[in-house]
């Protein structure tokens, strides 16, 4: 069966952010993409210059009647990220609860951007649209540490901190929460950076199989953008080939993180020459040179089991 994901995010004309980012490894690992382009700007604005449009909720609303006008509106999977607009937001909910009307089975991944390391950048009125309406419908959630504290209002300093977030953030609706990355110490040292993973699957007899992981991810000192738009588009797909196995999910969406990561580290010093910062533009992902990596990663990262049980 063809698996077909409906993708609500950024478009920019040159580099890798959103959609750019998401589509070309969805359709690498056999996946049709259609896109709705929630901005069009020239690049990401991490750039000394950036033009384009914004994409309204009426006119999304648009595009949605005519897929659905056409009898085309049945999805297997949907995935958002950035939105800066409360009725832009409001208006993917209502998208969203009627497409899962038309396919129950459907699963909703949710990057619920909204800011890193202490500070939002997105207004502070979308956390409630986010907490009350957005995270509800969602199956898979990939928060950073910062937006997991937002959306919990828990602050997390430890490990266990970390466990409580995810199981709160369960008992709000998703499945699977990954949080993407945190400042907890590695047992690695400072050169690595955790993550954790918590799924809790709940089988038609009602018992509950539940797995937690961790995961120390090589740290590189760069900024890079997309990389959270490319992250929840391979844990995506690669918790849609193990449905029952995030540790192998996770390992195999790091693992591609880190080649992408590396290549485009090595190419963007190469370019900008000893002693000297890589500009946006020297920066901007290796997508398309990492395609092998992509479709088969060699496993870098491995996972620890810290809870495991069925009840």
């Not at 890193?116 to 199956?139: F, H, K, S, T, W």
């Not at 970390?162 to 609706?173: C, Q, R, S, T």
């Not at 400042?183 to 918590?198: H, I, K, M, N, T």
């Not at 740290?219 to 192998?248: E, I, N, Q, R, S």
């Amino acid at each position: 069966m063809e698996c077909r994901v409906l993708s609500i995010q950024s478009h920019v004309v040159r580099g890798y952010v959103g959609n750019k980012s998401a589509t070309f490894p969805l359709q690498v690992l056999g996946f049709e993409v259609d896109s709705i382009n929630s901005v069009q700007f020239s690049n990401h604005t991490g750039y000394a210059h950036w033009k384009g449009q914004v994409l309204t909720a009426d006119e999304l609303n648009v595009l949605y009647e005519g897929i659905k006008l056409n009898k085309v509106n049945r999805y297997d999977y949907i995935l958002t990220g950035y939105s800066r607009d409360t009725s832009f937001l409001m208006t993917v909910v209502d998208i969203i609860q009627e497409l899962k009307k038309a396919n129950p089975s459907l699963v909703y991944v949710c990057d619920p951007v909204m800011g890193d390391q202490g500070a939002m950048y997105v207004p502070e009125y979308l956390l409630p649209v986010y907490r009350d309406n957005v995270v509800p419908l969602a199956d898979i959630l990939t928060p950073n540490q910062f937006e997991a504290e937002l959306l919990t209002g828990r602050k997390i300093t430890t490990e266990e901190d970390a466990v409580e977030v995810m199981n709160l953030l369960h008992k709000m609706g998703p499945e699977t929460v990954v949080l993407t990355s945190t400042d907890l110490p590695s047992r690695r040292g400072d050169q690595f950076l955790v993550a954790l993973g918590s799924q809790k699957i709940v089988k038609p007899d009602g018992t509950v199989t539940s797995q937690i992981i961790c995961m120390d991810i090589p740290k590189v000192d760069a900024v890079f953008v997309g990389t959270g738009d490319l992250f929840a588009a391979l844990l995506l797909a690669w918790t849609h080939h193990y449905p029952k196995d995030l540790k192998a999910a996770c390992e195999k969406t790091v693992s591609v993180m880190h080649h992408v990561i590396k290549r485009t580290i090595t190419y963007a010093n190469e370019m900008a020459g000893p002693g000297k910062r890589p500009s946006p533009a020297q920066l901007e992902l290796r997508m398309v040179q990492s395609k092998a990596d992509i479709e088969s990663p060699a496993i870098v990262v491995e996972a620890k089991v810290l809870q495991k049980y069925s009840h």
